[in-house]
T-cell receptor, first 115, second 115 residues
Framework: DSGVTQTPKHLITATGQRVTLRCSPR?????VYWYQQSLDQGLQFLIQ???????AKGNILERFSAQQFPDLHSELNLSSLELGDSALYFC??????????????FGSGTQLSVL | DQQVKQNSPSLSVQEGRISILNCDYT??????FLWYKKYPAEGPTFLIS?????DKNEDGRFTVFLNKSAKHLSLHIVPSQPGDSAVYFC??????????????FGKGTKLTVNP
């Protein structure tokens, strides 16, 4: 158990809808990362928050947004969903701001299916 | 553009033999490399890492080799055990503006160790 909790584990929705994925980091970790894993793709970095502030941005679509709350949990909001958004979404946390060689601790992911 | 490439989607080896997983990268700014292991229905977990100033790092049965001139790294598992059967992700870290590091993952190699 990595200590990172993601809910829900599975989500089935329709195109055009909006969903929210939730992540609770390991106790004491200040950074939260969101990754997307599509079929036949590696883990694509979406966004990182550190202590409530956006720290780094990756290939995140404008239809997607995220935030980190004062209690350090994070939510990833996906709107106007398309079939291609179907993927496994991982949250990871780390203790620091994302320095050299910093290890990430991953949750077990949310499997999103857009029908 | 795939900056971290794992060209073998799968690898099958016999228990007790050596497993060699390969990874190539294109970005010369990468300064740290990590391997993560992923079991089904779980998130990736950190396995071993290596700084770009080294060419080898060993941890028990796991050794990572880095060849900077060839932009190539490999993970050796000796001896391989059935419990090593998992998807292995190669990841590379590059410094970003603001001091954080961006982690780029490959697509993964599925290792099967046969008893």
């Amino acid at each position: 158990d990595s200590g990172v909790t993601q809910t829900p584990k599975h989500l089935i929705t329709a195109t055009g809808q909006r969903v929210t994925l939730r992540c609770s980091p390991r106790s004491g970790d200040l950074s939260v990362y969101w990754y997307q894993q599509s079929l036949d793709q590696g883990l694509q970095f979406l966004i990182q928050y550190y202590n409530g502030e956006e720290r780094a941005k990756g290939n995140i679509l404008e239809r997607f947004s995220a935030q980190q709350f004062p209690d350090l949990h994070s939510e990833l909001n996906l709107s106007s969903l398309e079939l291609g958004d179907s993927a496994l979404y991982f949250c990871a946390s780390s203790g620091l701001a994302g320095g050299v060689g910093e290890k990430l601790f991953f949750g077990s992911g949310t499997q999103l299916s857009v029908l | 553009d795939q900056q971290v490439k794992q060209n073998s989607p799968s690898l099958s080896v016999q228990e007790g033999r050596i497993s060699i997983l390969n990874c190539d990268y294109t970005n010369s700014m990468f300064d740290y490399f990590l391997w993560y292991k992923k079991y089904p229905a779980e998130g990736p977990t950190f396995l071993i890492s290596i700084s770009s100033i080294k060419d080898k790092n060993e941890d028990g049965r796991f050794t990572v080799f880095l060849n900077k001139s060839a932009k190539h790294l490999s993970l050796h598992i000796v001896p391989s055990q059935p419990g090593d059967s998992a998807v292995y992700f190669c990841a590379a870290s590059a410094p970003q503006r603001g001091g954080s590091e961006k982690l780029v993952f490959g697509k993964g190699t599925k290792l099967t160790v046969n008893p």
